[in-house]
């Protein structure tokens, strides 16, 4: 199965600095790799996404992700955190089960940005 | 959260009785998903259905059933069954017939406190 692991549980990072939380993932074959947000008591929002090509995602609200096979990592990425981006990230694979695709998520990744 | 609803957002029910969550969605897709999302755990994939009037169990379906008559509903009940049902519930959607690679979009979830 694949899987994707976050190891940090909470990213602390003052407003202006950049932001970085990380993402490792175990797949057979290529892997599709995403990112989601979660604000409090809110459902998740798609902000990007590695299929192929460039290894440098770019998406909602300023966030990007690099893609590095040779270690295995997909983490996001922001040149500048704002206050209104503390909130929980997701990292998730494509699974595969029974001929559908499923993502799996990893466990979170709480960001709180210090004003 | 658009075009996928949940209700009702916070749920309370006494121990040992059964509670159905509602999810419905317009945006004519062909998957829908739930999820149970706990402190420290991320998302844990109960059921999914690829296709109306057809569903399959996910990571842990214990304690827990569905039906999908509709396209655009997946009710999820929570059963006496369950041991801990006390948890955040998301409920998503994905269009099925498009790149397996489409993401997510998820419901605003609802929250269940059983007393």
């Known amino acids: 199965a694949q899987s994707v692991a976050q190891p940090e549980d909470q990213v602390n990072v003052a407003e202006g600095n950049p932001l970085t939380v990380k993402c490792t993932y175990s797949?057979?074959?290529?892997?599709?790799l995403f990112w989601y947000v979660q604000y409090p008591n809110r459902g998740l929002q798609f902000l990007l996404k590695y299929i192929t090509g460039d290894n440098l995602v770019k998406g909602s609200y300023g966030f990007e992700a690099e893609f590095n096979k040779s270690q295995t990592s997909f983490h996001l990425k922001k040149p500048s955190a704002l206050v209104s981006d503390s909130a929980l990230y997701f990292c998730?694979?494509?699974?595969?089960?029974?001929?559908?695709?499923?993502?799996?998520f990893g466990r979170g990744t709480s960001l709180i940005v210090h004003p | 959260d658009g075009g996928i609803t949940q209700s009702p957002k916070y749920l309370f029910r006494k121990e040992g009785q059964n509670v159905t969550l509602s999810c419905e969605q317009n945006l004519n897709h062909d998957a829908m998903y739930w999820y149970r999302q706990d402190p420290g755990q991320g998302l844990r994939l109960i059921y999914y259905s690829q296709i109306v009037n057809d569903f399959q169990k996910g990571d842990i379906a214990e304690g827990y059933s569905v039906s999908r008559e509709k396209k655009e509903s997946f009710p999820l009940t929570v059963t006496s069954a369950q041991k801990n049902p006390t948890a955040f519930y998301l409920c998503a959607s994905r269009p099925r017939g498009q790149s397996s690679t489409d993401t997510q979009y998820f419901g605003p979830g609802t929250r269940l406190t059983v007393l």
């Open positions: 797949v057979s074959g290529n892997p599709y």
């Open positions: 998730a694979v494509r699974d595969e089960r029974g001929g559908s695709y499923i993502p799996t």
